[in-house]
């Protein structure tokens, strides 16, 4: 019998389980599809890595014949257990700008070169964003939701109070909740002929 499999850690302990390992542990046939399913989206990534979100969504739908909703959650577990590839080769990027800006800055002091050796500094700040203070982590754990205490108080919206309101309401409640029958006055109406003129 098959177990089933879902979690998020579940993913990741497997997702390095060759399928002979899988077997051994009776792992759903549904998950291990989509584990071979996150191991061909992150090599088809690894392959083109410059590919944006959507395009991996899209070789998931045609590849795999999955929807586009299981493909959005499929590339949420890639990002999740293998890692952002994108971010990756962000940070890949500003590294190896940093190493030629590193040989470019001893080739230009060595050349007693002091314009460059200013511009390359620029350069380097800008790729490194020294210029900038470093953005705040929100700290998510310190919000407290509002709380909302239910009142009759009309005032807090700004409505001014009506004087004795409960006891009208009761009164009001009492005079139009009364089923009885009530007898009213009431005067009989003469009808008009076709002439204009009525009866007598």
């Not at 579940?10 to 997702?15: F, P």
């Not at 030629?100 to 964003?129: C, F, M, P, T, Y």
């Not at 203070?133 to 239910?150: A, H, N, S, T, Y």
């Amino acid at each position: 019998m098959s177990l089933p499999l879902a979690s998020m850690e579940d993913y990741s302990m497997y997702i390095t389980l060759s399928d002979d390992e899988l077997f051994e542990r009776r792992i759903a046939q549904t998950v291990i599809e989509r584990i071979h399913r996150l191991r061909g989206l992150y090599a088809y990534w690894l392959q083109f890595p410059q590919k944006f979100d959507q395009d991996i969504v899209q070789y998931d739908m045609a590849m795999f014949r999955v929807g586009k909703s299981q493909a959005y959650d499929d590339l949420h577990l890639v990002h999740t257990i293998l890692g952002n590839l994108q971010q990756a080769s962000k940070d890949f990027m500003r590294w190896k700008i940093n190493q030629d800006l590193e040989q470019d800055l001893k080739a230009a002091r060595r050349a007693g070169d002091h314009r460059s050796v200013a511009a390359i500094e620029k350069n380097r700040i800008i790729n490194n964003r020294t210029d900038k203070e470093d953005e705040l982590e929100l700290e998510f754990d310190k919000i407290i939701p509002q709380q909302f205490v239910p009142v009759d108080d009309p005032t807090v919206l700004g409505i001014k109070k009506l004087p004795d309101l409960r006891n009208r309401i009761r009164m009001l409640v009492k005079k139009y909740s009364d089923n009885s029958v009530q007898f009213a006055e009431y005067e009989e109406l003469k009808e008009d002929n076709d002439n204009g003129a009525t009866d007598q």
